[in-house]
């Protein structure tokens, strides 16, 4: 279930208790029932209260912990922490009405299952250096208006994306949503990538268009990113090569791996 059918599901929940709430107002007719409630009773309504206090205590901590490891709001500081990889994997989007910006969720969560913690930020929030640090982009942009960028990214479309930029120490992929009804299908998706390719860096796999939210288009990403990153990060931390083929290495690799490994 998505994160907003998730967040639909809670406020109608809440909604349909405090409505029931209101309603047996009514429902107690004259003077309130004053006898003292008996110790089995007692109990149970202490029980019940510090069960439900413990479960919204281990709810928070559990989103507490979600947004740490999703929700990076300093685009500068790399995340750290139980389970981080060292391999910096960005995962940006760009969204008018908050699908891109779903989807782009859940590629983070993806990875996260996977062990890489990857920080997630709208496409206009990383500076230049960010963009730098990062062994991996992902984007998922949506097109808005006639082909158009969402609103959140126009600045970084008008200044960053006319400036030439040395990205060749990059790999990324792009997500394209749009719409086969419109002139311009997945235009800023398509910029981003024609973009990204004129500044140096290469491409994990070729650019995913998304008609309507078309299923397989986007199960492909989800394989692709799991296929290409995953891997990569891997293969990432130490290679040995044994050129004399005796069993003793003769040159170990640690670090960012760039060129030196092809997928
Ligand atoms: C007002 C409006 C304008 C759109 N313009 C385009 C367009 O020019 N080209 C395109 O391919 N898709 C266009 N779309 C389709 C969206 O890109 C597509 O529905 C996308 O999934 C929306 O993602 P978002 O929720 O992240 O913004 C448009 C959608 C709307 C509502």
Redesign the pocket.
Known sequence: MSRRAIDLLSVLSLGGITAGAIALLWWTQGEWWVASPSGKQWAWAIGGTAAYLVICLLSLLKFAGTRASTRNSDAGSSLEGEGATGFDVLVL???????????ATETVEQLGRSGVMAELAGIEEPDEERWSRADVVLI?A???????P?DHAYDFAETSMSESRDLSSLRFGVL?????????????GRQINRWLLDSGASPLFDMIE????DEEAIERWETLVGERVLKREKVRDTVEIDRLGVGAPVMSMSGKLRDSVSL
């Open positions: 989007y760009a969204s008018q009405t908050g699908t891109a910006e779903e989807l998922v949506s097109t808005a208006g006639e082909g158009e969402p394209a949503l749009g719409d086969r009804e419109y002139d311009e299908y997945c235009a800023f998304v008609d309507d939210r």
